[in-house]
């Protein structure tokens, strides 16, 4: 798992390289956002809505999300927890695992990680 823990660290480390990247830059297209963001005024509302939910700010939110989930896995790693019936140890793997699901696709993942 320490792998696993490897990977999907470098992976958040590349979304929020990239997120950070993009605070401040301009973003171009035709969309215009109404007083919430379900308020899009554009040719295409269905991609324009894809992208307003994936700004910048909102993936590095993520990715803070998923470090502390990384953090409370490593925190619980030495922990002796009840297991038998596939109980909290057998849980956070599988949350580990699933952390890792959305960048399968990318160099280093290893088919033996998914779920």
Known sequence: MDDLVTFIRA????????ARTAIGEPWSGTVEIGPNEDDLLCN???ISRHIVRW??????AEVDAKRRVLRLYESSSDAQF??????YASAIED????????????PGYRDEWKP
């Open 11 to 18: 992976q958040l480390d590349e979304d929020e390289g990239l």
């Open 44 to 46: 295409d509302s269905g």
């Open 55 to 60: 700004d910048p700010a909102r993936v590095l």
């Open 82 to 87: 009840p297991d038998s019936d596939g109980g």
């Open 95 to 106: 949350v580990m695992l699933l952390l890792a699901l959305p960048y399968a696709d990318r």
